[in-house]
């Protein structure tokens, strides 16, 4: 059987795409993933997101997408796209354990947050270790907080946070910054930002107090050692499209984030569409991944009921069932 449409990732982009899709009774088929519900699963309050007054629980709020799409007709597999075949037609996906073929695809498999490679920080995120100041600077409201970084990323956290932080420490392993000049300037102006040159994090405090207490910092110079008391941690040292699995497939630029057609979610593959994180390197939030997921589902819909004008009635069954029927067409 050839699917109409195959989801892979199911994060706020994916479920969304598999909400609208599976309304257009276009049966979607999502592929789940290595972390089924994205980052927001590791995420214990998300309070931006509209229609929640008081806030909602990460998992909450993916659990509440995964069902609403399976309320409409979506199904759902275990496992990772490992590999694709995008020059053939029906597309080929392929998994741990199983080969599919599609008519459309839709790409939301997100960015994952680089990390320190620290056994704490799986244990601590979400409880004081954070990847994302807009999302959780809120909650550091008259605290003091590190950010860990010396890039645009880190510099434009670091401001941000200000706004709430009564002090922000910003941690880089060189002497000199890489941001952007304009980026370095302001924050090497704002009174509330302090650097800690020189210096890695070498772990975070603690687990066993359920959020983070302090940091260990290690100078890369000479060595030294010091717990540094702090209420919140900011990793700020980059994203990593999860594209690995499309090089050589789709465009994208040199990061990895897939380039879609101007307004559009059209990838440079006619019937290939990308979603939420994966094509964003920008603004990284569950609202605009979800806005994106909603825009490649239309966009699929409008690819697919084209694609049925090309063909009869029978043909089209045709092709569904697996034959070549674009011969016959």
């Known amino acids: 059987m050839i699917e109409q449409v195959i989801i892979a990732g199911t994060g706020p982009a994916g479920y969304t795409a598999a909400i609208y899709t599976a309304r257009a009774n276009l049966r979607p088929l999502v592929i789940e993933g290595t972390e089924p519900g994205g980052q927001l699963m590791i995420t214990t309050e998300v309070e931006n997101f509209p229609g929640f007054e008081t806030g909602v629980n990460g998992p ?7 069902k609403q799409a399976e309320r409409f007709g979506a199904r759902f597999r275990p496992g990772r796209v490992q590999a694709v075949n995008l020059q053939t037609f029906p597309f080929r996906l392929v998994t741990e354990e199983e080969e599919f073929q599609c008519l459309s695809f839709i790409v939301a498999t997100g960015a994952s947050a680089r990390m320190l490679g620290l056994e ?13 100041a807009t999302c959780d600077g809120f909650f550091f409201r008259d605290k003091e907080v590190l950010v860990v970084g010396g890039g645009d990323s880190a510099m434009e956290e670091a401001n941000f946070l200000t706004k709430y932080a009564r002090r922000v420490w910003v941690v880089h392993r060189r002497e000199a910054l890489r941001a952007t000049r304009i980026m370095q300037d ?6 509330k930002i302090e650097f800690i040159w020189d210096t890695t994090v070498r ?8 959020s983070v207490t302090s940091v260990t910092l290690e100078n890369v110079k000479t060595r030294e050692t010091r717990r540094m008391p702090i209420d919140g941690v900011f990793l700020a040292i980059g994203h990593d499209p999860n594209t690995g699995f499309l090089k050589g497939e789709l465009a994208m630029d040199e990061q990895g984030y897939l380039l879609t057609h101007g307004a559009s979610t059209r ?3 006619e019937g290939v569409f990308a979603a939420g994180d994966v094509m964003d390197p920008v603004y990284r939030q569950a609202i605009t991944a979800a806005g ?10 409008h690819y697919l009921e084209a694609l049925k004008e090309k ?19």
């Open 60 to 66: 909450q709020l993916m659990d509440a997408m995964r």
């Open 120 to 132: 704490t920080e799986r244990k601590l995120m979400g409880h004081g270790l954070s990847t994302c």
């Open 186 to 191: 302001r924050a090497l102006r704002n009174p």
């Open 203 to 210: 772990e975070l405090h603690d687990v066993d107090a359920g």
């Open 267 to 269: 990838t440079d593959i």
């Open 292 to 301: 994106t997921g909603c825009r490649a589902a239309i966009d699929c819909d």
């Open 311 to 329: 063909y009869t009635n029978r043909t089209w069954d045709e092709l569904a069932e697996g034959s070549d029927a674009r011969q016959k067409a």
